[in-house]
């Protein structure tokens, strides 16, 4: 039986990315089997009391060095914000490359706790900053120095101690440019740097609980629990910012949704699964639906999908129950998946499936990277027509909204000049439209078409060019869309109905987040890293730290 | 300093908000981050450009076009960019004065090296070949803000740059990494048929 990929059309509308899970392919997940084989360890703890100083965290093999420089300060509960124009955080963060000198300390301790109003170097190569939960710190704070473990279940449902707010890199204020790492080894998968970041950040939230813990009360003091450390992860606050990444780097996103499809289609194409792959798979199953019970969220959207997803995972549980071993037991399995349950579930599924085949999916993690400069020129010996056509085959999909209705056009994304980061509005009340930046693909696309259309068709794209350069930024893109068919998001991203958090949780879910709890339509908390393996017993880890339950 | 990732952002907004499409700009801002990593000064000049204001500098959008005086570098390089897989510009031209000839420099580059063509870059004050390979050399002093009456030649013909006894010198000790054959290893050796025959 041949299987082929699915569509482009199927997969890349947003709804489908919207409900898209972390997976074997996620970055944090691929970081640590990359990095487990390294030493990791507490180079240097400075904190005062209080938990004030700095930490410089250490991860190496041979003459390979990396730390991460965490520097903990005390602010005020009034200027403790999420948003991207707080200007202190209770904790900030910056990966060197190295080991630093104290002098390199001494310069970041007076720039990182500034983030975007410091200045990084080369040297540098990610910034990040995190506040505090307050409520759940003070708990666990509280609970350490009297000799008792916190409450898990207001731990399990929050899920973190700290919640970083931004984590930049590649050339960001001042950091090292991507050009500079992309050829080390270690380095060859998705946002290696940044998870790594992400990584000790989280051993540096345990590192600071037990350390005011136990100068609040010396003799009482207990440490956190590890069972209770590792089912606490970090969380991460993301708003509208991210969004613009995935339709900036279109030929990064196929990379990553190729990945994917590659290993769906590769699993479908199992034409013998023996019980033990089943019964793998059953465990996880029944685990992750525990696992469920602790995705908190205030959200209506976010609620309706997790109802959807338990009520649509018990139909499914029955017809796995029920279906015999048969020759192609995945491609039965996908085809009921797809054709019984929402996009939220079939996804899941999709996640879950790749587990039970870590020989298959591991592999096409190192595909997920790609040099995006490659794709950048646009060939102008392509006729006219060539274009037209490809419009015609890749974005058929757009060529029948109408743009001179409002409802089409409802959104404008823009860059804020206050906050330093994109943003949306409505481009009929509030100002700004002319400075739109060039994320409305589908409308602009649509206009390419129409005068393209309007031109000689046996004429070439540089004879085009001469007199038309206002839709190069999309001809750029349908070019590579032909080459790279899963680069482009196929809905209308400047419609009234667009809903942002899908943009924000397909690229949360690369990066392998879970708990996704929407505070609106444009901003999400997630939680990254909860369950898995302490810095400490990081050598250990088999990657099915996912599935594990928590509590 | 800064990273060449903020280089390439500013450029491409600054070069939107003087009213280039973002396309343009795009393209502005990658060619000033590969000026600016290979040491040349394309921020300055791109500085520069800036402040003679874009929207009065003239565009080549025609290889015949009349008027060739003040040109905008970013146009000229573009121009050459989309047009010099036809054949019908593969030719000496003539034009009267270009603003910034530096930054024409990124787009003549990947036009060489896309369509395996040569510009070579005649005027009074500057002189330059660029070429298909990876290998320039530029002093960027000699890169003046202003040139005229400059002609650019542009050719799919390399040309022979070395001595014929160097040639020589270097083709004997090539062959030293040879395997003398006996005569029975002319046929051993050979694997195929003993014939061209067959």
Known sequence: MHIELRKPEIVMKLDRLGSFHQSKLSFLRSFIREFKSWDFKTKEFFLNDQGFGHIVYEVNKG???????????????????DRVIATKWDASFVLFDGVPAKADIERLKANVPLQEQGRVSEKELCLSRANKSVRVFEHVVDKLSQGEQPDTKLLYDVGYLYRTTAVYGSGKFGLADRIKVQDREELKGPFRLEMMLVYLARQFTFDVVNHVAHFRSPEKAVRLSEDIARNLGIGNSTGLGMAPFIVNHPA?????????????????????????????????????????????????????????????????????????????????????????????CC????????????????????????????????????????????????????????????ENVFNFWYYSKNKQEPRMSDRFTEEGSDLELPLAIARDI??????????????????????????RHVLRRVLICEQLPYSEIQDNTISKTLIPVDMLRLKLSFFGATRFDPRSDRWVRITMYQGAPLMKEISKSDDTWSYKKIA | MHSLYEIETTVKRSSRAKGLSWGLSEEAGKAVRLLEQSEFQGLESFKRLIDL??????????????????????????????????????????????????????????????????????????????????????????????????????????????????????????????VEETEEKKISGAGAGLTDND
């Open chain 1, 63 to 81: 003459q390979k060095k990396y730390s991460l420089i965490c520097f903990s300060n005390h602010i005020e509960n009034s200027e403790r914000s």
């Open chain 1, 252 to 344: 990064l996103l196929n990379q990553w949704i190729i990945a994917k499809e590659k290993a769906l289609k590769l699993i479908r194409s199992i034409s013998s699964v023996n019980q033990n792959d089943k019964n793998t798979f059953q465990l996880y199953l029944t685990t992750i639906q525990e696992n469920i019970k602790f995705w908190k969220t205030e959200s209506e959207y976010q609620k309706n999908k997790n109802r959807q997803l338990l009520k649509d995972l018990d139909s499914f549980q029955r017809f796995f129950s029920t279906t015999s071993l048969d020759k192609f037991f995945w491609n039965t399995i996908y085809k009921w998946t797809e054709a019984n349950t929402q996009a939220e």
């Open chain 1, 347 to 406: 996804e899941f599924i999709v996640s879950l499936m790749m587990e039970v085949y870590p020989d298959i999916v591991e592999p096409l993690s190192y595909e997920m990277s790609i040099n995006e400069d490659e794709y950048f020129d646009i060939d102008t010996s392509r006729t006219i027509d060539e274009i037209c056509k490809l419009i015609e085959n890749q974005y058929t999909w757009l060529l029948n909204i109408n743009f001179d209705n409002k």
């Open chain 1, 446 to 471: 649509s206009a390419l078409y129409n005068d393209l259309k309007s031109c000689k068709l046996d004429k070439d794209l540089g004879y085009y060019l001469l007199k038309n350069q206002e839709y």
């Open chain 2, 53 to 178: 204001g874009l929207s009065g500098l003239n565009k080549l959008l025609d290889i015949n076009q009349s008027d060739t005086s003040n040109l905008c570098p970013i146009h000229f390089g573009i121009f050459f960019l989309d047009q010099s897989h036809n054949e019908d510009i593969h030719r000496n031209h003539n034009f009267k004065n270009l603003n910034e000839p530096l930054l024409i420099l990124p787009f003549l580059s990947k036009s060489a090296k896309n369509n395996l063509l040569y510009f070579h870059f005649y005027s009074s004050n500057l002189n330059f070949t660029i070429s298909p390979g990876d290998i320039y050399f530029f002093d960027q002093n000699i890169f003046p803000e202003y040139i005229s009456d400059f002609s650019i030649s542009i050719t799919t013909q390399r040309k022979s740059i070395y001595s014929q006894s160097t040639w020589d010198y270097l083709y004997k000790l090539s062959l030293e990494t040879f």
